[in-house]
């Protein structure tokens, strides 16, 4: 027995005193930048992102495990007074997230802040002010706010947004940041910890994501959508993965044949999407099919269909099919 060596400390951070885990809600309005902090953190690209408002649709769930902490953080919807069906439910998951998590990281977008704030007009708009009561509302979650795109901004008027924002939620941690770039990034996971509850991991280690990679196909294909098409057309699309064959993923030379159905509202959306001679979709497939493979490891044979389905987006049958109700 004198032979034995001593016993090793647990290498599992998960049952180490002192590790903390918990659920994180990125929450804000459009735009913000709320799923470009998602891929930025996980190193990967998880969450669609555009330059347009209202990309991302529902929930989605990244995990990010370092020593001492697992963030679960649920990229949402952004917050705004919705109208369509569509943008009401997806607004709901974003407000019922905020019950549901141990802290609320608030992203802002600090540009028309400080624009504001040079300009000698309010810095906060209505939109900030009014995420702040809905917030407020959701019980003593602790916040965290995320003064994001600094690297966008003229760096004097940041302290006097900080400062508005501090009379607005004197509770909130402010943490300006870049996502884009990164910067000052590591300092928003430090306080992420800090203020997350002491407890074990809640997923494996390796675990990155709660999604199918279906639903990451899928959005692959809409995001391309949203940064080739103007007007009302990405807001009236939506992808459906019909068939997803990896019969021969395992094969010597991996490949994998996706067919997805693009749903429009209207006919004219319809020519738009296929385009002149088919050069839209053709455009679509080619730049989703190099990251979907780059996403799945195997080369990939990407058929896209288009379907008119009138008013999808304010059919409930439709969006509960589609997966936003
Ligand atoms: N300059 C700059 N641009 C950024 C930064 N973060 C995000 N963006 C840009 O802001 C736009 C919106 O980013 P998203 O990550 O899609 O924003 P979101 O909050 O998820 O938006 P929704 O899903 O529509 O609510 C994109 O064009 C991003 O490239 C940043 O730190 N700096
Ligand atoms: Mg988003």
New binding site residues.
């Given amino acids: 027995m004198s032979d034995t060596p001593p016993e090793e400390p647990s290498a599992d951070a998960s049952t180490t005193e002192g590790h903390r885990a918990g659920l994180i809600a990125l929450v804000?309005?459009?735009?913000?930048?709320?799923?470009?902090?998602l891929n930025q953190v996980l190193g990967q690209k998880l969450?669609?992102?555009?330059?347009?408002?209202?990309?991302?649709r529902n929930r989605v769930v990244g995990i990010h495990t370092i020593p001492g902490m697992q963030a679960v953080l649920v990229?949402t919807?952004?917050i705004h007074p919705a109208r369509s069906r569509l943008n009401k439910a997806m607004v709901q998951m974003a407000i019922d997230a905020l019950s549901e998590v141990d802290l609320i990281c608030w992203?802002i977008?600090l540009a028309p802040c400080t624009k504001a704030a040079e300009a000698k007009r309010t810095i906060l708009g209505r939109g900030e002010q009014e995420l702040a009561t809905i917030i407020a509302q959701s019980g003593d979650t602790p916040v965290i706010i995320a003064l994001?795109?600094?690297?966008?901004v003229s760096k004097p008027w940041i302290l006097p947004v900080m400062e508005a924002l501090h009379a607005l939620a004197p509770q909130a941690t402010i943490v300006p940041?870049?996502?884009?770039?990164g910067v000052g990034v590591d300092g928003l996971v430090a306080q992420w910890r800090e203020h997350l509850p002491e407890g074990p991991a809640l997923y494996p280690a390796d675990q990155i994501a709660t999604t199918t990679e279906r639903f990451i196909v899928a959005e692959m294909i809409r995001e391309k959508i949203f940064h080739l098409t103007e007007q009302e057309v990405p807001y009236s699309t939506a992808v459906e993965i019909e068939l997803f064959d990896e019969d021969e993923r395992e094969s010597e030379r991996p490949r994998v044949h996706i067919m997805a159905r693009i749903f429009v509202e209207r006919d004219s959306q319809k020519g738009i999407l296929i385009g002149k001679g088919g050069s839209m979709l053709k455009q679509i497939g080619t730049l989703a099919r190099k990251e979907i493979a780059a996403l799945l490891g195997a080369s990939v044979f990407l058929e896209l269909h288009v379907t008119v389905q009138p008013d999808w987006t304010s059919s409930g049958r439709a969006l509960r099919e589609l997966g936003y109700e």
């Fill in positions: 804000g309005r459009p735009n913000a930048g709320k799923s470009t902090l969450s669609i992102v555009s330059a347009k408002p209202q990309t991302t990229d919807p952004g992203v977008d994001n795109k600094a690297d966008a940041i870049s996502a884009l770039k």
